[in-house]
């Protein structure tokens, strides 16, 4: 059942045509995010879908009747209004009872004292049916860490703001939800919660995110936008990772077919008089479509790290006793640690608990209560700080490098310009020179992130580095990371980045404690959930493990034959494909010949995901 149609969709900003005439849709239960590089349109996409944007060219289309709700990049809200009312702002004599009900609760647990008659909002909830709701509701609002409601919004942080945001879209209980970071500002139990809650609704979604964890587990289907155009995949974000460079391939292998004819065919046209008969014409139109598949491939253009950082000397980083409260707050109590050269640590616990202020004391930023921060004499340090930076809106892109220096020393000893690290950073000339307001929030993530790097640092410290950052940039950014030689410490949910670049966690368990532990974050995760799920075993029974064993039926004659049979399939398909590859990527034949070849590719490609969850599920039996 279609759920969502988007027809010949275009749209431009600031003179930047960020795609033109994309057509797609969406089925119900399709779970789909979009993704591509920063700039290339997906929030501005989303509005549109959303309707709080307009296009230049298109229409989109909803099923009647079906419910719809976004949850903003960054949401915007009046001040004055409480928690509770921004939560439950929809028109809903169900949604309106329970929050009658939530907000007299809260005010009898505020001051028991005071004398609130319920009565009338229990017989309502009751004649609603809304105690199950409710406790969905409860449950929403707990994982989420929305306790209270009679505060203010201008009085929440900006992840507390999220939280309600995402809360208010979840309550709702949409058919199509439409989601533009969720992640972001969200610590990483949170995150996990999310990420389960999405995968079990019976909900459409349609999302950008950068957490490819959350891709994986969530999605069945992927939605490219690049160089203006759009492409579908379905499956997951590791399934559509493998799919782009089979397209990618095929793509350069018919894109240079196509060049080398071009050629010919351009000496037939150069060699034809100005008035050409009528019988040539069908040939010139068939030239000029030939042009336009030869120059289609556009190799990706990808991001350059290769800036240099300065030796670090004897001394890196040593924190002796270091305290630091505010008011009956301790967030961080009597921590002390002396960093080694080349450490890799990640920090991870709850918002709210103190990790950036660690890295406020590291910096120099605050002031321990007590104890010593002392770093050493050689330490430069490179702060990429959750907040974006401030940038003015009329400044020039140029403007703004050459704030920080005229040329660069890259790794290798060279220096270069502050245009031709711009270049190196996706920023291209036309943009340079262009004012920063017309950039995206990702291009301004990344342009802070270049600030930070151009200063040769040898201990990196990135707060929430992943936000609004595209994926393709965060692969560019934890390549450098690996090679980096210097210190990094990290805060970031982002569970992928965490496990390819930390070596330790500083974990903050509250009341002041930091605990430092030895691995990435999924060995942390593992480790607790060990704990948290241990349990004493119970005595055996043999009538318990008779049934154990019963419910896992062995594999019946034709089943083994089955499982036998798969091994030799599964071993000549991918032998098969590897074959073909080969021959398509050598650019041999004609241009049929090669689209026959990439059909076939698919077929086998289809058929070796059958045949291996076949093969899986008999393996676990035998």
């Known amino acids: ?347 991870v616990g709850p918002n709210g608990v103190g990790k950036s202020t660690l890295l406020n004391l590291i910096t120099g930023t605050l002031k321990p209560d007590s104890g010593d921060v002392d770093a050493g004499q050689k330490t430069i340090f490179g702060y990429y700080t959750q907040e974006e930076h401030t940038f003015q809106k009329d400044q020039r892109v140029i403007d703004i490098v050459k704030g920080v220096a005229e040329v660069i020393t890259l790794d290798n000893g060279s220096v270069i310009t502050a245009s031709q690290l711009l270049t190196q950073f996706l920023f291209p000339p036309e943009a340079q020179y262009g004012v920063v307001g017309k950039l995206s929030g990702g291009e301004r993530r990344r342009l802070q992130l270049l600030r930070v790097l151009m200063k040769n640092p040898n201990f990196l410290i990135l707060d929430e580095p992943t936000n609004d950052l595209d994926i393709t940039t965060l692969n560019v950014l934890e390549d450098y990371l690996e090679t980096f030689t210097g210190g990094l410490m990290v805060v970031s949910h982002d569970r992928y980045f965490m496990d390819r670049i930390v070596d330790h966690l500083f974990v903050f368990e509250g009341n002041g404690t930091v605990r430092d532990f030895p691995g990435n974050y999924t060995d942390y995760r593992e480790q607790s959930s060990k704990t948290v799920e241990h349990k004493p075993v119970p005595p055996k029974n043999d009538k318990t493990e008779k049934t154990k064993t019963s419910d896992k039926k062995k594999l019946s004659f034709k089943e083994q034959k089955e499982y036998q049979s798969l091994e030799h399939e599964i071993a000549a398909l991918e032998s098969e494909k590897e074959r073909l590859v080969n021959e398509l990527n050598s650019g041999a034949g004609d241009y049929e010949a090669l689209q026959k070849l990439g059909g076939r590719i698919q077929e086998i490609t289809d058929s070796l995901e059958e045949k291996e969850l076949r093969w899986l599920e008999l393996a676990e039996r035998v």
């Open 1 to 347: 059942m279609n759920y969502l149609s988007v027809e010949a969709l275009s749209k431009s900003f600031n003179e930047k045509q960020l795609f033109t005439g994309i057509t797609f849709g969406m089925n119900q239960g399709h779970k789909a995010a979009l993704v591509g590089v920063n700039g290339c349109g997906k929030s501005t996409l989303l509005k549109i879908i959303a309707g709080s944007e307009s296009a230049d060219e298109g229409v989109v289309s909803f099923r009647n009747g079906i419910k719809v709700s976004m949850l903003p990049q960054n949401p915007d809200y009046q001040d004055s209004d409480t928690v509770v009312e921004s939560v439950f702002h929809q028109d809903s004599d169900l949604l309106t009872a329970i929050r009658n009900y939530e907000v007299a609760l809260e005010a009898m647990e505020r001051d028991p004292n005071q004398e609130i008659d319920i009565t009338p909002m229990i017989e309502e909830m009751d004649a609603l049916n809304a105690w199950e709701y409710e406790q969905k509701i409860k449950e929403i609002l707990g994982k989420l860490g929305i306790h209270h409601l009679d505060q203010k919004v201008g009085e929440l942080s900006g992840g507390q703001r999220k939280r309600v945001a995402l809360a208010r879209a979840l309550i709702s209980e949409p058919d199509f939800l439409i989601l533009d970071e969720p992640t972001n500002h969200l610590d990483l139990e949170v995150i996990e919660w999310l990420e389960q809650y999405l995968a079990t609704q019976n909900l459409t979604l349609l999302m950008v995110t950068h957490d490819r964890y959350f891709l994986d587990k969530v999605t069945n289907h992927i939605i490219e936008i690049e160089n203006g155009k759009l492409y579908q995949y379905k499956g997951n974000y590791s399934h559509f990772l493998l799919k782009k460079e089979e397209r990618e391939s095929h793509e350069a292998v018919v894109a240079e077919k196509a060049k080398n004819l071009l050629k010919k065919e351009l000496e037939w046209m150069r060699r034809q008089p100005k008035a050409r008969g009528t019988k040539a014409k069908y040939r010139i139109d068939a030239f000029y479509e030939l042009k336009d598949k030869a120059h289609s491939h556009k190799p990706t253009q990808e991001l350059e790290l290769n800036l240099g950082n300065e030796r670090q000397g004897k001394k890196i980083l040593e924190m002796t006793h270091v305290r630091k409260a505010y008011g009956a707050n301790t967030l961080i109590n009597d921590f002390s640690y002396v960093f080694r050269k080349g450490e890799r640590v990640g920090i």
